[in-house]
């Protein structure tokens, strides 16, 4: 059926953005995940709208009410309550705008400046690729959570450190890979055609490279948003994430850990969130690589 | 978990049935790790409890009290003028061999005069050793205290004081005054290893340290030669398990018979454990909500009170202390002597607080609330606790942000007054009134003092003064509960409440108690 | 060749440096002293304080104390931890057997139903099981391992009671000195009947909660490369030869589809240590993953400052000695560079 595919496009020619949807398409898997994160992002930006309540306000007498499909549940707090009665529910929509956020947040900090340093990196050469890389192979070094653990220790544990932390720890996988993409380009017979013709460094690399790098690139960043998610709700878990009032799913989870025999749904109900949203945004990614990835297309 | 067993008992065969495992063993689920085996130099309770099966001090507390009872020393006399203590030292009390090292005498004066030394004398060899921080010997005074402490005969030991200090004794079966072997000393530093002195403790309790592994056990043999008499358990373990609900789940499976501080949320389903009995003791602490009297609108008391009318205590004891604990009124908890019980605590009332505010001329007030980022023992879970509390003030208009630090930081900024509100609390060393109030009078208030409500009241800071000279109970009762009326009316806390400790053992388990001092011993106890 | 391997063997030495610098310099960025945070609410008298930093040589200038540990670790010695006056390197050592024993557990779960799941999948490409398997694997892959830790203990070892909540062995029924360091192996060198048997049933659940990642990577990987080579034209051929497709599945395809997956494997590393500091912190486990988590709330100078240099620094050796094993194997990759 791919075979076919390319054999259709061929024949007739379509703008680069429909051939890429055409591929798309193809997997179910992708559309599915398309689906369901837009849904999710949907939710999170109209979070008023759909959250049953506020989700810091504490309906007192209410604490730790069960499911409403479970026996003693309430049908006005669809997923329970927890330790201080607030609605479960409305704290998963509130809490996937952070999700999100901090997902979307960390993509694009680390893809912008990993661009920059790696196509630094790879113009400049000499002292200044070497420099970069070692600090890329330290970032790399440490493990990934003891390193963003030690960020937030210095720089204090809030939302806006998250970020920073989780976007330091992947930079290096941008800047490695953009350096290798534009080392790569710039050994092509064109581009050395366009340097003899006099045509600028900088030009060169934002005309003729970086857009030959968009490809692995927008793939990194689908599996980069969901990558970050995963991270910091880890860093939440630990109790380093976003703080309160803020409902982040991974502190929803570090802060019902106790109720993990007495209440078990305080627990199931965020870790569930991450695992859907994530893995929706893996199924997507998975789907851009096969549409963008000619060679993988093929197979 | 009888399914678990079964398949493990099933696996191991009928041979373990006859292994040395019958010996009588008791596992305890403790917290974490201790810093190291020697209670002179560290301040956990984790480290005391680790350290406390294998050594003795002088005058102790009897299991599961305050009371202060002859240790190593057999009996003590206090000189007329308050100044000079004889103690009449046990004889025949042998140390613990292990296999690192047998001693080869009896415990007698020298490692009396060796283990105070080693706190108090700067050029005593082992005075640096360890990192040489004696922090409890420093902060109940005593280098400022002793006068010297010298032997008159093996047997007797004279410490000398410069100012008479009834409190002493008391303060001499803290862990601190722990007794270690001189001989042992004297052996590691000829070998070079004095820091072996601190983590392969040698010592004249009733069991002898095995092994330890970090974070994972302990282990400790009862003595057969411990002057105490030989304990009814052989195997004692220490079981490092750092999560509450593991800790419940390995009573549960008969993997530990005691353990330290359940998870609240689990005292339900343990209280309805057949196999496992829950003891509790009202805890000698207080946690308080501090309202920085220096900073505008708190220096006006109408607003302190508002705030105290504002803040909904039952619904916090029940969801943050799920029960475990009772609405505190005063600064101490009603099981220390002078308490007031005659005080009329401030109620729920939202509509009053509203109108304090208002005659305060207090309009659309935000505020910052500190809460501490670690568990206390007054305090299960700052957090939840300063996230009711920011639902609360928002009801009478207080916006309120809450603002955390890592716990050494937070500390320092609330001495420092950088806070409007922030929680804290105080856990009690030796049941004495002085021990809870002392913190927190005028000098407290300063800059970088202890009193984080940095409230300076001339009275009831006189009254704290005059109590600490007097000895009379009495008069001293008479004032403090005048303090306690102060406090009140002037409201520069919040009280919220004493938590309850809760230990959950075994049926199987005699002998256990709990001890309101928060430490956790097992002399005497024996298992079925 | 030889200069070749030494050129790249000395370019890690600045890393190293580099290494220690930064980390020196963030370690004593973060707010917070040793010494306060080991107070209660006692406190500590501003004079006394000064004292202990003086006596932990805290209150020298940066330079100099780095130029001290510098001195230090040349001499083999990372410090000595503030809380428990250890040295560091006897806490990392008698912890490290602990996170090394979960993770090659992990890393063997993985490799043992990733690789076997993958081969099923590419060779039944398209149908039911390959779509089913590999939804699986991206679950897993997409898996919050905290949260998939604190569900399983809820339900294996809380409903269900199938496995210990948290330790090593049970500690009423066997005892003995650790040799090793390694649960598994000490029990077997203990002689005690079943000793091994309760430390693997102790060893289960981590292992799967650690292990459910890198499966799930596995998985995948094998698939795909499974699928290239299987389109090879050797492949073919063998086929084509009318060797039975098992034979050619085990003999030929799945050897050459595995050297990228133990690539994949090798780069595993950090990644897999970063799951042990959760799955260590859940199961309670006595790892240097957790130890490092708790350095760092307590403000432990010296072993965080040392367990991370290790750490780091066996990680480094470690992609070294990946890199040299490709340039023996590859020699293409020496001019590359």
Partial sequence: ?????????????????????????????????????????????????????????????????????????????????????????????????????????????????????????????????????????LIVAVPSLVLAILIIAVIGPNLTNTIIAVTIVYLPRYVRLVRASALAELSKDYVIAAKVAGVGKFRLMIVNVLPNCMAPLIVQGALGVSDAILEAAGLGFLGLGAQPPFAEWGVMLADSREFILSAPWIVTFPGLAILITVLNINLMGDGLRDALDPRLRRS | MKRSKLIVAALLGASLMASPVMAKSLVYCSEGSPENFNPQINTTGTSFDAARPIYNQLVEFAPGTVEVV???????????????????????????????????????????????????????????????????????????????????????????????????????????????SAEYGDAMLAAGTPEKLDQEPVGTGAFSFVAYQKDAVIRFKAREDYWGGKQPIDDLVFAITPDASARYAKIKANECQVMIAPNPADLEVIKADPNVNL?????????????????????????????NYAIDRDSILKEVYQGAGQKAKNLIPPTIWSYNDAITDYPFDPEKAKALLAEAGVTSLSSDLWYMPVQRPYNPNGKRMAEMMQADLAK????????????????????????????????????????????????????????????????????????????????????????????????????????????PIRKEVEGYKVSPLGRHEFTGVSVK | MFRFLLKRAALTLPTFA???????????????????????????????????????????????????????????????????????????????????????????????????????????????????????ALTGYSMPIFWWGLLLIMLVSGFWGLTPVS???????????????????????????????????????????????????????????????????????????????????????????????????????????????????????????????????????????????????????????????????????RHGR
């Avoid at chain 2, 360890?130 to 922090?135: H, V």
């Avoid at chain 3, 459910?212 to 051929?237: F, G, K, Q, W």
Wanted: with cysteine.
């Fill in chain 3, 167 to 333: 330790g090593r062995v049970d500690l009423i029924a066997f005892y003995y000195e650790p040799v090793t360091g390694f649960a598994l192996i000490d029990s077997l060198l203990s002689g005690q009947d079943g000793a091994f048997l309760d430390a693997l049933h102790h060893l289960a659940l981590p292992t799967i909660v650690l292990g459910t990642v890198p499966l799930a990577v596995v998985a995948r990987m094998t698939r795909s490369s499974m699928l290239e080579v299987l389109e090879e034209d050797y492949v073919r051929t063998a086929r084509a030869k009318g060797l039975s497709p098992y034979r050619v599945i085990g003999l030929h395809a799945l050897r050459n589809a595995l050297i990228p997956v133990v690539t994949t494997i090798g780069l595993q590393t950090t990644t897999l240590l970063s799951g042990a500091v959760l799955t260590e912190t859940i199961f309670s486990w006595p790892g240097v993953g957790k130890w490092l988590i708790e350095s760092i709330f307590r403000r432990d100078y010296p072993a965080l400052q040392g367990g991370i240099m290790l750490i780091a620094g066996m990680v480094i050796l470690f992609n070294l000695l990946i890199d040299m094993l490709y340039s023996l194997i590859n020699p293409r990759i």
């Fill in chain 2, 70 to 180: 002859p240790g190593l020393a057999e009996k003590w006399e206090v000189s007329p003028d308050g100044k000079t203590i004889t103690f009449n030292l046990r004889k025949g009390v042998k140390f613990g061999a292990t296999k690192y090292f047998t001693p080869t005498r009896d415990f007698n004066a020298d490692d009396v005069l060796f283990s105070f030394n080693r706190q108090w004398k700067a050029d005593h060899p082992y005075n640096k050793v360890s990192g040489g921080a004696y922090d409890y010997f420093n902060d109940m005074g005593m280098p400022d205290l002793l006068e010297s402490i010298e032997k008159t005969d093996d047997y007797t030991v004279v410490m000398k004081l410069k100012e008479p200090n009834s409190p002493i004794i008391a303060n001499l079966a803290m862990d601190f005054a722990t007794i270690l």
């Fill in chain 2, 279 to 307: 003891l509790e003791q009202a805890g000698l602490n207080i946690g308080y909500l501090a309202l920085n009297a220096q900073k505008a609108p708190f220096d006006n008391v109408k607003v302190r009170q508002a705030i």
């Fill in chain 1, 1 to 137: 059926m791919a075979v076919e595919t390319a054999i259709t496009e061929r024949a007739q020619p379509a703008g680069p953005l429909l051939s890429f949807w055409r591929a798309f398409r193809q997997n179910r898997g992708a559309v599915i995940g398309l689906i369901i994160v837009s849904i999710v992002i949907v939710v999170a930006i109209f979070a008023p709208f759909f959250a049953p309540h506020d989700p810091i306000e504490q309906f007192r007498g209410f604490a730790k009410l069960p499911p409403a499909f479970v026996s003693g549940g309430d049908i006005r707090f669809p997923l329970g309550t927890d330790a201080v009665g607030r609605d479960i529910l409305s704290r998963i929509i509130y809490g996937a705008r952070i999700s999100l956020f901090i997902g979307m947040a960390v993509m694009l900090v680390s893809a912008f400046i990993g661009v920059g340093l790696g196509l630094l990196a790879a113009a400049v050469g000499g002292i200044v690729d070497v420099i970069i890389i070692r600090i890329m192979d």
């Fill in chain 2, 396 to 503: 009478v208009g207080i916006t309120v942000e809450l603002k955390s630090f890592e716990w050494g930081e937070y500390r320092k900024r609330l001495q420092a007054g950088e806070h409007q509100m922030g929680l804290l609390g105080w856990t009690g060393d030796n049941g004495d009134p002085d021990n809870f109030f002392f913190l927190l009078g005028c000098a407290g208030g300063t800059p970088a003092g202890q009193n984080i409500s940095k409230w300076c009241n001339k009275e009831f800071d006189d009254l704290l003064m005059s109590a600490r000279t007097l000895t009379d109970v009495k008069e001293r009762s008479a004032l403090y509960a005048k303090m306690q009326e102060i406090s009140k009316a002037e409201a520069p806390q919040v009280t919220i409440a004493h938590s309850t400790v809760f230990e």
């Fill in chain 3, 18 to 136: 580099a290494l220690m610098l930064i980390t020196f310099m963030m370690i004593r960025m973060v707010p917070g002293d040793p010494i306060e945070v080991r107070r209660g609410e006692r406190g500590i008298s501003p004079e006394r304080l000064a004292e202990l930093r003086h006596e932990m040589g805290l209150d020298q200038p940066w330079l100099k104390q780095f130029w001290d540990y510098v001195v230090q670790i040349l001499h083999g010695d990372f410090g000595t931890s503030i809380v428990s006056h250890e040295k560091v390197l006897t806490e990392f050592l008698t912890l490290f057997p602990a996170t090394l024993e979960l993770t090659l557990a992990a890393m063997i779960f993985a490799i043992v139903l990733g690789v076997p799941a993958g081969v099923f999948a590419a060779v039944r490409r398209g149908s039911f099981y390959d779509q089913a398997l590999m939804g699986a």
